[in-house]
């Protein structure tokens, strides 16, 4: 059986994740598609990687290292 369980700290930080961070935007892309289908799951995964050099190139890291904010980058998707 397999369980939809998170664990995070204080700070929201994933403790133990099964599925690379890499392959969970990949998975969110083609979660997308099957929304949007007019958009494949690869321009999804694309412009996912566009918004977050877009955040990057704007200062908008968190505590100097390579994450973004999900609603930052939601809005820029949008």
Do not use: H
């Not at 369980?3 to 403790?15: G, L, N, Q, S």
């Not at 969970?24 to 892309?29: G, P, Q």
């Not at 083609?30 to 007019?38: D, F, H, P, Q, S």
Request: proline share 1%.
């Amino acid at each position: 059986m397999q369980k939809k369980v998170i664990f995070v700290d204080c700070f929201d930080t994933i403790i133990l994740r099964t599925v690379p961070a890499e392959k969970t935007k990949y998975l969110w892309a083609v979660e997308m598609n099957k929304k949007y289908t007019e958009i494949s799951a690869e321009n999804f995964y694309k412009v996912f990687l566009s918004a977050e050099d877009a955040l990057r190139n704007r200062g908008r890291i968190i505590n100097d290292v390579n994450e973004c904010n999900i609603f930052d980058i939601a809005s820029l998707i949008y």
